[in-house]
């Protein structure tokens, strides 16, 4: 496979979801092409990104993935949006950065392979967002909902290690949570080492 | 019948020793399962006499039992990006290869697209590759190497297209997809939704896809709904499987079928978040349409 087409399917990709790039292109798409080393004849293909029908294209596709981002962190968002940040900033923010187009480090449930699932990769892109009160538990409570709502789909050795629940610190102690609902809250050290012992695992043990 | 077809060498030889069901002539309806939400309503259609089969893509989840409907088989995939300059993932195709080989299906259906741009993963769903003498070397290259993994018949299929990146190789994305098929001796799945979708878009005429394809390779017919957004003065057509097929893609299905001689399936597109009455009848309207009513 040549180069030259990879940096072409790259530019395509990246003005399909990234809000920076494509305003970048439309700016100046010979800027842009010094950039991504695209010659006039690649930067001539992409001339159709510049019309009404790339736009309409590109927010169907941004809204698709933003869609199963919005149902997995619910409460991560709500923080996320905080001074009149709407979601869609959020998402496009997301978009932007190399995380998104990163296979990233966490196997998808169905197939146990890297690259398939947006949202681990939306995960570790927020956790290293500009902090408010709160986001870090409510980040790590709604991957520990969706990674023990994955039990039930896959028997991949990874999943298997959020059948017995996952553990979320909290200031009212630790958040119990088990395929995918948000048990109760451990709040003596007796009963945190009771779940260990079930087989609950420390979520921190699965956040790089 | 397929089998007279020269066209297609062993290829053809191979789908009609598959399997007597698929070998007893004339158009089957199917619909496609997405999950196990769907059985109770896939059970009722096949009572009714609705479903000949179920089409699936593969890989599942591994809680996931299409099984259980006793229905034959048809294999698919959206997640082998065919057209991808970085390649294929052996390994997710492999996955693939083994739920194939589970089933008596005639073919697998496979995207001509792009998911991303790395050699696995995918970001969203099915993105159409640039129409360009080298993107047409690339996928060529890739379902060999694919058709050399699988030892088995595989069926081409197109995403609607909004804006064409082309470098004025081929006429459109049908000639694309014809010479793909031809140098690779592919079959091909015609989304008729596709269709109506992008030459609403593009404000063009449906039909030309009978004209680009070669008749003979159109082995499966997808149908499914569709919606429209405005944009400013325009209106804007996209794909909505939640959403029963609309009287012009009931009416392009028609045509499909008295034009098509080798058309084995005609499968329903419908998602889970749509109405079960629409469900049941958009297939007795296709029932009808492939001569099971």
Partial sequence: MSDEAMRVQSAFVRLIFSDAEYKHFISSPIDYAAKLMLNASQINLLSPCATELFVVERQGRKNLAARELRRAFPRTFALLCYDNRSDSQIINEFMDSDNFFEIGDTPCAWTGLYGYD????????????PRCAG????????????????????????????????????????????????????????????????????????LR | ???????????????????????????????????????????????????????????????????????????????????????????????????LSKTDSPWTGEHLAILGETGVGALGYVINPPLTE????????????????????????????????????????????????????????????????????????????????ERERVVELHVAGMRSSRHGANEYWFDAHQEPPNTATIEITEEALRLLPNVMAVTLEYSLEGETDGFFSALEILANKVGKR
Avoid at chain 1, 119 to 124: A, E, N, S, V
Wanted: one cysteine or more; glycine letters at 6%; proline letters at 4%.
């Fill in chain 1, 118 to 129: 947006n949202r681990p990769k939306f995960f570790k892109w927020a956790k290293i967002q």
């Fill in chain 1, 135 to 206: 986001l870090s538990e409510c980040l790590k409570l709604d991957f520990a909902v969706y990674l023990t709502s994955l039990t039930q789909y896959s028997n991949y050795p990874y999943y298997e290690n959020f059948r017995h629940g996952l553990l979320v610190e909290s200031n009212r102690g630790q958040l119990f949570v088990k395929n995918g609902i948000v048990i109760g809250i451990a709040e003596s050290t007796k009963a945190q080492e009771a779940l260990t012992n079930l087989g609950s695992q420390n979520i921190e043990r699965f």
């Fill in chain 2, 1 to 99: 019948m397929l089998g007279t077809n020269k066209m297609f060498g062993t290829n053809i030889t191979h789908v009609i020793n598959q399997s007597t069901f698929w070998n007893s002539g004339g158009s089957r309806l199917g619909a496609r399962w997405d999950g196990n939400a769907q059985t109770p309503n896939f059970l009722k259609a096949k009572e009714r006499g609705l479903l000949d089969y179920i089409e699936l893509n593969f890989p599942l989840a591994y809680s996931e039992d299409p099984w259980c409907l006793e229905l034959p088989v048809l294999s698919h995939t959206a997640n082998n990006p065919l057209a991808s300059a970085f390649g294929i993932s052996l390994e997710h195709a492999g996955l693939v290869k083994e739920y």
């Fill in chain 2, 134 to 213: 080298e993107f047409f070397k690339i996928a060529c290259s890739n379902i060999t190497t694919l058709q050399v993994l699988y030892n088995h018949p595989i069926a081409l299929e197109l995403g609607p297209f909004y804006s064409v990146l082309s470098d004025g190789a081929f006429r459109n994305e049908y000639h694309f997809l014809n010479e793909v098929a031809r140098a690779t001796d592919s079959l091909v799945i015609l989304d008729l939704t596709h269709t109506l979708i992008t030459s609403r878009n593009l404000g063009r005429d449906p039909v030309i896809c009978f004209d680009e394809i």
